[in-house]
């Protein structure tokens, strides 16, 4: 089992940009899809972003399309995940996940991380 650690959350102003790190223990990092979830307060969890095993194949949710971009250095063992134009309904804990793969990602997912607040204000 990987475990996984996030890393990066913090206030931002609206327009802002921050970069999340997840690092990555344990079981061989390459043999996972990676991604992200966020929670917001009294809201479901949701699906924001993935990144298949050898980096090819992301797919996004479509309110961060266009602002995020998901990544991983499997040489580091870290997925990363680059904010840009941030929005207060951005405002989440933001949770780093490995799952089987990423056509089949929110089913699949083996392991969470803790979550890293991520706060934008207006």
């Known amino acids: 089992q990987v475990q996984l650690v996030e890393s990066g959350g913090e206030l931002v102003q609206a327009g802002g940009s921050l970069r999340l790190s997840c690092a990555a223990s344990?079981?061989?990092?390459?043999?996972?899809?990676m991604g992200w979830f966020r929670q917001a307060p009294g809201k479901e969890r949701e699906f924001v972003a993935a990144?298949?095993?050898?980096?090819?194949?992301?797919n996004y949710a479509d309110s961060v399309k266009g602002r995020f971009t998901i990544s991983r250095d499997n040489a580091k063992n870290t997925v990363y995940l680059q904010m840009n134009s941030l929005k207060p309904e951005d405002t989440a804990v933001y949770y780093c996940a490995a799952a089987q793969a990423v056509a089949v990602f929110t089913s699949t997912v083996r392991t969470w991380g803790q979550g890293t607040q991520v706060t934008v204000s207006s």
């Open positions: 990144i298949s095993r050898n980096g090819i194949t992301i």
């Open positions: 344990g079981r061989t990092f390459s043999n996972y899809a």
